[in-house]
T-cell receptor, first 112, second 113 residues
Framework: GENVEQHPSTLSVQEGDSAVIKCTYS??????FPWYKQELGKRPQLIID?????GEKKDQRIAVTLNKTAKHFSLHITETQPEDSAVYFC???????????FGKGTTLSVSS | EAGVAQSPRYKIIEKRQSVAFWCNPI?????LYWYQQILGQGPKLLIQ????????DSQLPKDRFSAERLKGVDSTLKIQPAKLEDSAVYLC???????????FGQGTRLTVV
């Protein structure tokens, strides 16, 4: 079945720096790619998503880029703040009617 | 808009005991999912419902896990008997039409001792 690889598993940055998390996948039929943020002890929350007909999407300090040819998509966080510290999961929707498949997560730590 | 509701938030049981979790999805959401999230990993799908029918239960350990969604709204997930490796957070999620991102409940943290 479809699999999604997420890197890095941990990421430490200084406040104000940028952070980039990358995910790769194998099934070219995948066409929906959301990113979730999960703070300690809380539910995963959808922060941004992108569909396969779009190459980039921005929402304030976060952006997602998609390269369908190379089968990878990335989350970019600019001007990081301590409250960005959390575990970030990429996910993808393999095909119509199926559930999301999640990466293993990236623990982002932003130090002030 | 009310979110996905789950109960209980925490549960500690001994191995071989049974346990049940409850989920109430966002009103009008036809698709409901149960995920298992083991510490340090991403959520893994256990079962997906579309209204009150099962769409995918291929990763549900059916010898011990069962789930139902009567009347296409609330859902319950049961484990009987529990094993130590079932210790995890059980997340319920719902989606309007299964075509985009799911919305998660707070989860039930299960500890099997």
């Amino acid at each position: 079945g479809e699999n999604v690889e997420q890197h890095p598993s941990t990421l430490s940055v200084q406040e104000g720096d940028s952070a980039v998390i990358k995910c790769t996948y194998s099934d070219s039929a995948s066409n929906y790619f959301p990113w979730y943020k999960q703070e300690l002890g809380k539910r995963p929350q959808l922060i941004i998503d992108i569909r396969s007909n779009v190459g980039e999407k921005k929402d304030q300090r976060i952006a997602v880029t998609l390269n369908k040819t190379a089968k990878h998509f990335s989350l970019h966080i600019t001007e990081t703040q301590p409250e960005d510290s959390a575990v970030y999961f990429c996910a993808l929707w393999p095909r119509a009617g199926t559930a999301l498949i999640f990466g293993k997560g990236t623990t982002l730590s932003v130090s002030s | 808009e009310a979110g996905v509701a789950q109960s209980p938030r925490y549960k500690i049981i001994e191995k071989r005991q049974s346990v049940a979790f409850w989920c109430n999805p966002i009103s009008g959401h036809a698709t409901l999912y149960w995920y298992q999230q083991i510490l340090g990993q991403g959520p893994k799908l256990l079962i997906q419902f579309q209204n009150n029918g099962v769409v995918d239960d291929s990763q549900l350990p059916k010898d011990r896990f069962s789930a139902e969604r009567l009347k296409g709204v609330d859902s319950t997930l049961k484990i009987q008997p529990a094993k130590l490796e079932d210790s995890a957070v059980y997340l319920c999620a719902s989606s309007l039409d299964g075509r985009r991102g799911s919305f998660f409940g707070q989860g039930t943290r299960l500890t099997v001792v």
